[in-house]
Structures are given as structure tokens and as C-alpha cells.
């Protein structure tokens, strides 16, 4: 028999991305952080988070006007620092930009919906970590057929991008970046806290389901759970 409500759960996780507080100091309203912190891993584990990810950037692609699958692609990296319990082996330096952590290489349609995220060592190159994205790409997202990438990916990435059936490569980047610039709005990815590069992957993804679910119910501001009813109250 389950003890705590899903909906807590997510909130609980969701306060968590956007705070950026630990999970160990969770508001007590909230079901014990452990409980909460063993549903993010599970549902992670078992591809749960990222089918809700991906029924929802459906959802606000339809109510956007467009098809639910996507066409078209834009890809970039962002460097982010790592906190102190994260492992040397999988943080690296990226030389250019001076940053000891990981790299995030996503993936974005053209309203800046998240198609894919990889996350790597700081130190791998754009080209390596684009190779990634554009078969990720390929693999989950086959009615995909352009890309926009920035001068920072070579020609490695266009020449693997053009092996695909179909696939062009094209400049364009000021849509990734304004889907970069909404994750770094939530504290919890400001800088990378997760000891597992996976973790990290999941916790764009919570951050991207927040961003969704709030344009699907037009809230501008955070409710973490469900007002009890007045009567409640007055009782």
C-alpha cells in the first residue's frame, strides 16, 4: 500500500530543481527526503521521468500549434561547475571558458523544448558531445531532419550529422540558449550537485518538466502543493 501521494512526491523533487536546496533539508511537509530522494532514483532507473518529460513537451507543442514530433533541431553546450562530492572522474576543464565541472550538450526544438541532454566531463570537446546528441537525436526523434549548431561545433559534427538520411546542418542558436538560460533559473543546476553524470541528465529533465507544466497551466509563480479546501480551513 502506498503511504505518500505521488503529487507530493513530485513536488517534493521539484523544489528541490528549483531551491537547489539538499535533499536532506526538505521542508517536513514535504514526505521524508529519503522517500522522496528513492522515487527520483527509481523513476529515473526506470524511464518514468523522462516519458512524463516527453508527454508533456507533446502536450505543449500541440497547444502551441505545432505537430507533437518535432522536425527540426538546435544544439549547444553549456559548462557548469561541480560541487565537492562529485568524483574527479567525471568532471573535466573546459579550457576555453575556464571551468572545472561538466558540460551539458541538449538538444532543443524551436520553441526551445528539450529533445535530448548529454552530460559529459567539462573537458570533452563540442564536436564529441554533439556526435552524441545528434545520435541521440536520430535514435529517439527520427522525423528530425535539420539542425542549427553555433561555430563552436566543426565540421566533424556536419559531417556526422550529414550521414544521417536526411539530415542538414544549419547556423542558428538563440533558441538553445534561452532554453540554457531557463534551466540556470533553477538553483539546483547552477551548478552541477549530482554525484552521478545520470542524476545530473534527470534533474534537466525535472527542470524542463517544470518549465512545461507551468506554460501548460499558465502559472507564473511556484505552488509546491494543493491548498486544502476552505471549509478545511474554517474547520
Same mark, same amino acid.
Given at each position: 500500500?502506498?503511504? &505518500?501521494?505521488?503529487?507530493? $512526491?513530485?513536488? %517534493? $523533487?521539484? @523544489?528541490?530543481?528549483? *531551491?537547489? $536546496?539538499?535533499?536532506? @533539508?526538505?521542508? &517536513?511537509?514535504?514526505?521524508?527526503?529519503?522517500?522522496?530522494?528513492?522515487? @527520483?532514483?527509481?523513476?529515473? %532507473?526506470?524511464?518514468? *521521468?523522462? *516519458?512524463? &518529460?516527453?508527454?508533456?513537451?507533446?502536450?505543449?507543442?500541440?497547444?502551441?500549434?505545432?505537430?507533437?514530433?518535432?522536425? %527540426?533541431?538546435?544544439?549547444?553546450?553549456?559548462?557548469?561547475?561541480?560541487?565537492?562530492?562529485?568524483?574527479?572522474?567525471?568532471q573535466g576543464i573546459d579550457a576555453g571558458k575556464k571551468i572545472k565541472g561538466r558540460k551539458r550538450h541538449i538538444a532543443t526544438d524551436?520553441?526551445?523544448?528539450?529533445?535530448?541532454? $548529454?552530460? *559529459?566531463?567539462?573537458?570533452?570537446?563540442?564536436?564529441?558531445?554533439?556526435?552524441?546528441?545528434?545520435?541521440h537525436l536520430a535514435a529517439a526523434h527520427p522525423t528530425v531532419s535539420a539542425a542549427w549548431v553555433d561555430g563552436g561545433y566543426n565540421n566533424t559534427v556536419i559531417r556526422h550529422g550529414a550521414q544521417r538520411e536526411g539530415f542538414h546542418v544549419l547556423p542558428r542558436r538563440w533558441v538553445v540558449e534561452r532554453s540554457l538560460g531557463w534551466l540556470m533559473q533553477h538553483r539546483r543546476l547552477a551548478r552541477d550537485y549530482e554525484a552521478l553524470p545520470q542524476r545530473s541528465r534527470t534533474m534537466v529533465h525535472w527542470a524542463m518538466t517544470n518549465i512545461m507544466s507551468r506554460t501548460l497551466t499558465g502559472e507564473s509563480t511556484q505552488t509546491w502543493r494543493n491548498d486544502p479546501p476552505k471549509a478545511d480551513i474554517l474547520a
Amino acid at each position: 500500500m502506498r503511504v &505518500h501521494d505521488l503529487r507530493e $512526491i513530485v513536488n %517534493a $523533487i521539484l @523544489y528541490v530543481c528549483r *531551491t537547489g $536546496i539538499a535533499w536532506e @533539508y526538505l521542508p &517536513h511537509d514535504f514526505p521524508p527526503c529519503k522517500t522522496v530522494y528513492d522515487y @527520483y532514483a527509481k523513476w529515473e %532507473a526506470d524511464g518514468t *521521468t523522462e *516519458t512524463l &518529460h516527453d508527454l508533456l513537451r507533446d502536450q505543449v507543442r500541440v497547444a502551441k500549434g505545432r505537430a507533437a514530433a518535432p522536425t %527540426a533541431a538546435i544544439i549547444d553546450s553549456q559548462s557548469v561547475k561541480t560541487s565537492c562530492n562529485v568524483s574527479e572522474s567525471s568532471q573535466g576543464i573546459d579550457a576555453g571558458k575556464k571551468i572545472k565541472g561538466r558540460k551539458r550538450h541538449i538538444a532543443t526544438d524551436v520553441l526551445g523544448l528539450l529533445l535530448a541532454v $548529454i552530460v *559529459t566531463a567539462a573537458s570533452v570537446q563540442d564536436s564529441a558531445g554533439g556526435q552524441q546528441v545528434l545520435d541521440h537525436l536520430a535514435a529517439a526523434h527520427p522525423t528530425v531532419s535539420a539542425a542549427w549548431v553555433d561555430g563552436g561545433y566543426n565540421n566533424t559534427v556536419i559531417r556526422h550529422g550529414a550521414q544521417r538520411e536526411g539530415f542538414h546542418v544549419l547556423p542558428r542558436r538563440w533558441v538553445v540558449e534561452r532554453s540554457l538560460g531557463w534551466l540556470m533559473q533553477h538553483r539546483r543546476l547552477a551548478r552541477d550537485y549530482e554525484a552521478l553524470p545520470q542524476r545530473s541528465r534527470t534533474m534537466v529533465h525535472w527542470a524542463m518538466t517544470n518549465i512545461m507544466s507551468r506554460t501548460l497551466t499558465g502559472e507564473s509563480t511556484q505552488t509546491w502543493r494543493n491548498d486544502p479546501p476552505k471549509a478545511d480551513i474554517l474547520a
